[in-house]
């Protein structure tokens, strides 16, 4: 089966704690993505990555960090300078420049 | 101004009706629009890319005036299944997507 796998689906953080949120995709796609979902908005862009150890910050990247060390695999950390990450996070690939596919996402809360 | 703009709704509508709605963008250089469909508390799912001549499929239309800076999308003989947000979404000129906060749409038997 194709598709991009997140996990955990439900991942609960203590204050002061970094948490990795794990992005698989087995579609050959070159580019992946990390989105924030709140309540009311719009996905908004955290980082983004074209091709294998390249990535760039996207509009709040600002307490989070990824890495790109193989083309199926793109990790986010939540990181403890992330002041509020309850969220809904949701990772995607495209082909270049072509639509974006999504992962089932992964619900954070913090303690 | 928000880059995307939706109606946050939501629109109740009774199942076989037709229902539409807009969304307006504010970058007259954006290059690509699409819908997304989101269920509750699932990730969002495309629908349709908009052409600038329109396109159809099935009980979805939708269509592009850069003109006025707004897309659409209409849906014929709603089913209680087309409940869902549909997420509006603009491509700029930087290729990055831009995503509106979506509309929700609830189909009443």
């Known amino acids: 089966d194709g598709g991009i796998t997140q996990s955990p689906k439900y991942l609960f953080r203590k204050e002061g704690q970094n948490v990795t949120l794990s992005c698989e995709q087995n579609?050959?796609?070159?580019?992946m993505y990390w989105y924030r979902q709140d309540p009311g908005q719009g996905l908004r862009l955290i980082y983004y990555?074209?091709?294998?150890?390249?990535?760039q910050k996207g509009d709040i990247a600002e307490g989070y960090s990824v890495s790109r060390e193989k083309k199926e695999s793109f990790p986010l950390t939540v990181t403890s300078a992330q002041k509020n990450p309850t969220a809904f996070y949701l990772c995607?690939?495209?082909?270049?420049?072509?639509?974006?596919?999504f992962g089932p996402g992964t619900r954070l809360t913090v303690l | 101004r928000k880059e995307v703009e939706q109606d946050p709704g939501p629109f109740n509508v009774p199942e076989g009706a037709t229902v539409a709605f807009n969304c307006t963008y504010s970058?007259?250089?954006?290059?690509?629009f699409f819908w997304y469909r989101q269920d509750c508390r699932k990730e969002p799912k495309l629908l349709m890319s908009?052409?600038?001549?329109?396109n159809e499929d099935g009980r979805f239309t939708a269509q592009l005036n850069r003109a006025s800076q707004y897309i659409s999308l209409l849906i014929r003989d709603s089913k209680l299944s087309d409940s869902a947000t549909y997420l509006c979404?603009?491509?700029?000129?930087?290729?990055?997507?831009?995503w509106g906060a979506g509309t929700k749409l609830i189909i009443k038997p």
């Open positions: 995607a690939s495209s082909a270049q420049g072509d639509t974006q596919y």
């Open positions: 579609l050959n796609h070159d580019a």
């Open positions: 990555s074209q091709i294998v150890n390249d990535f």
């Open positions: 970058n007259s250089a954006s290059q690509s």
């Open positions: 908009v052409y600038s001549s329109g």
């Open positions: 979404v603009v491509r700029g000129s930087n290729y990055q997507l831009i």
